[in-house]
């Protein structure tokens, strides 16, 4: 059967009680004899307007940490809930000095560098962090120069927030307003300018989008690019190997991958060549890490009083096992699952297997939760475990550098914090299974929709299933008279 379009775009109002409760604010749901379309201020530009909104007030509560607490001891900035990477790494990366990224070598008798020899951070975040030092005031004392530069980049930043919100907004053409999800998160403000994350994100939000377009080369340069900034986005690509395995669709993902070995090699090659030792700093420090804050594993070693010597073992292994279950669901499932789907539960997977939980992760998640279930209330639920680690690893952390006052979250009520924010995560993949397993249930697909983020996967026939996908298929429940069945050519 040919899939049926409605060019009238997907309301959240009309079809999730969450979102038609908190539309009271502004005068309630939309009604049936509304006239949409044909405004200038359209659903995209809402959502980029709504998120540099949330972006601003998530700089105006690092507020206390600019004016003064980033710089009166470690105590200040944990309670007052504001640290940031970005002002202490200025003189602690070299930036403050002139050094070049990759190619200066740390000086060994400083000890603001540490143990640290080169930055530790992959090639495209550390151009990020150079041409914003090129754009920092180099008059003034040091700390009118760290607070300068975490001006410069909170505006970098900001950027890369209105592209990711474009990009999330335009993924899935019939429902833009699903981008309010990221725009209106509230651990996507209070972490945007802990660290350099955003890059990445934008970048991986636009390859999204590239792919919805049936573009898949230009979806693997900026795959590519992203994987240049973070590691993270390289995930995507074997989301994209066994999504197009079933569908046969080899030459795009072809075009994909070869794109983003391309783009990934003309930003790396350069510094590989001529800057080997602090090119490989990032891959050295990400093995040798010992295990951190926010993981399962120091929950585990801090419950056990176990080191956990062996956790770089321990992540890769569950990394692996969790991504092998990820692709047998893929090829098993009663309907292809849909590409956002995938690519959260793939990095939600490295997430929570990896060594260190930082907060700010979970900027990676949120586009994509936005894009793979949204629904208000499992979203929110979700967002209220990472808002509570992001209070508790700061609360913590004062405890821990009060000295005698003691004044913050003593190490249990820090493991509660852990623990909340790995079993919300871990609902939202529960909740996503749940989906690929029982179609009928995903909210995206009750329009008659197959996979709106697919691109040359949108609507195409399975080529390869496992024995358990040869059932019948689960239909969803379409809204307005509409039914598709996937896995139909389009044109039949």
């Not at 920092?136 to 505006?155: F, K």
């Not at 891959?283 to 009083?305: C, H, K, N, T």
């Not at 623990?419 to 909740?431: D, E, K, M, N, S």
């Amino acid at each position: 059967m040919t899939k049926v379009h409605e060019e009238r775009p997907v309301l959240p109002t009309e079809q999730d009680e969450v979102a038609a409760a908190g539309s009271e604010l502004i005068g309630g749901p939309i009604g049936r004899h509304a006239r949409l379309g044909g405004h200038w201020l359209g659903p995209v530009r809402v959502v980029v307007l709504v998120v540099l909104g949330l972006f601003a007030l998530g700089m105006v509560q690092k507020l206390p940490c600019y004016d003064w607490a980033w710089f009166r001891g470690a105590a200040s900035q944990y309670t007052h809930a504001c640290y940031s990477d970005i002002p202490h790494l200025y003189s602690a990366r070299g930036f403050a000095d002139g050094l070049v990224p990759y190619f200066d070598r740390f000086p060994d008798q400083d000890p603001k560098y540490g143990d640290m020899q080169f930055l530790e951070y992959p090639v495209l975040t550390g151009a990020f962090m150079q041409v914003a030092s090129w754009l920092t005031p180099t008059s003034g004392s040091l700390q009118h120069r760290e607070q300068m530069y975490w001006m410069v980049n909170a505006g970098m930043l900001m950027a890369c927030a209105a592209v990711l919100a474009v990009c999330v907004a335009r993924t899935h053409r019939r429902r833009p307003w699903d981008a309010l999800l990221l725009a209106l998160a509230p651990a996507f403000a209070l972490n945007a300018t802990i660290n350099w994350d955003l890059p990445a994100v934008a970048l991986t939000a636009v390859a999204m989008l590239m792919w919805s377009r049936s573009r898949p080369l230009a979806a693997g340069v900026f795959i590519g690019l992203a994987t240049a900034a973070k590691l993270y986005p390289a995930l995507l690509l074997g989301v994209l190997f066994v999504l197009c395995w079933r569908a046969g669709k080899w030459r795009a993902f072809g075009a994909a991958a070869g794109g983003a070995v391309v783009a990934w090699l003309v930003v790396n090659a350069p510094i590989m060549l001529f800057a080997w030792d602090g090119w490989k700093r990032f891959y050295v420090f990400s093995q040798e890490r010992p295990i951190d804050f926010g993981s399962v594993w120091l929950l585990i070693s801090q419950r056990s009083g176990n080191p956990l010597e062996g956790a770089n073992t321990y992540a890769t292994l569950l990394t692996l096992l969790m991504c092998l279950a990820i692709g047998l669901l893929t090829l098993t499932a009663p309907r292809r699952p849909r590409f956002a789907q995938l690519a959260f539960l793939v990095v939600a997977a490295f997430i929570l297997a990896n060594k260190v939980y930082s907060p700010q992760y979970v900027l990676w998640l949120i586009p994509l939760a936005a894009l793979a279930r949204p629904r208000w209330r499992d979203f929110l639920i979700w967002q209220a475990g990472e808002v509570a680690y992001f209070l508790g690893i700061w609360f913590y952390l004062a405890y821990t550098s009060s000295g005698d006052k003691h004044q913050g979250l003593p190490l249990e009520g820090y493991q509660f914090a852990i623990a909340a924010h790995l079993v919300g995560t871990l609902y939202l993949c529960a909740v996503v299974v749940r989906d690929i397993l029982l179609p009928e249930r995903d909210v995206v697909r009750r329009d008659g929709s197959d996979d709106p983020s697919g691109g040359v996967l949108d609507g195409a026939e399975d080529r390869f299933v496992l024995p358990n996908a040869t059932k019948a298929p689960r239909e969803a429940a379409p809204s307005r008279g509409q039914r598709v069945d996937w896995g139909t050519n389009p044109g039949d």
